[in-house]
């Protein structure tokens, strides 16, 4: 069976509209929208022939790895680092501070990968929070990208992660790698499929979920995707690169 795509009508969705709370599956002609207010919510990249390959769960064990594969082929990707999941972020640090010093995008999953709107104000706070101040003290910064565990989002977290001038990042094609995740075949169809139809490269590009805390996704099907893509005429980049914002953004203090 074909991979379900989850697209957006616009790829980067203001206060006024947002796919669902929990992207779930939908066809091109019948997008489900929900009115959202507070940060600003990217399904899709808007720069076309590029891809962003993005990372949940880490940092762990395959991280380490997967930044030599990016190396090795001069790509960037997308890390939503959790600050207590597989494993704690001060035990990764050096693969954190790595990714961030190799130039890929560090971003948010929030602390401990709990579904945020089903928080209090001040749970889901101390989600964002505490994560922050671990970011700080590894790379002297924290990001203002993050991912919604789940990707699950309502109007008060929205509206704390606006007041936190955060940009919310969900994603329109999913490999599902968390229901197969020893199955290098099931999640690397997804990648077949996109870069093996010559039309796709002329659209707005795509942002693909994956998590590296899976042995076979971090390091046989990411370095596949990636040689794929390259062949096909496709650039793989940050989120950040492929909405055409500049890396000054992608952090602050």
Known sequence: MAPFFRLAIATVIS???????????????SPVLQKRSGASVVTRCTIPSTVAITFDDGPFLYTNGLLDILKSRAVKATFFFNGNNYGRIEDFAASVKRAYQDGHQVA?????HRDLPSLS?????????MLEEAFREIIGVRPTYMRPPFGSLNGPVLEMLGERNYTAVTWDMDTQDWAHPTDFDASYKLYE???NNPEEIKQPGHIVLQHEVHQVTALQVVPMAI?????RGYKVVTVGECLGDPRSNWYTV
């Open 15 to 29: 206060a006024a509209a947002f796919v669902s709370a929990a992207p779930v599956n939908q066809s091109k002609s």
């Open 108 to 112: 948010s999953h929030a602390w401990d």
């Open 121 to 129: 104000q001040s749970e889901a706070l101390g989600e964002m929070t």
């Open 193 to 195: 499929t996109l870069f």
């Open 227 to 231: 040689d794929l893509a390259l062949v």
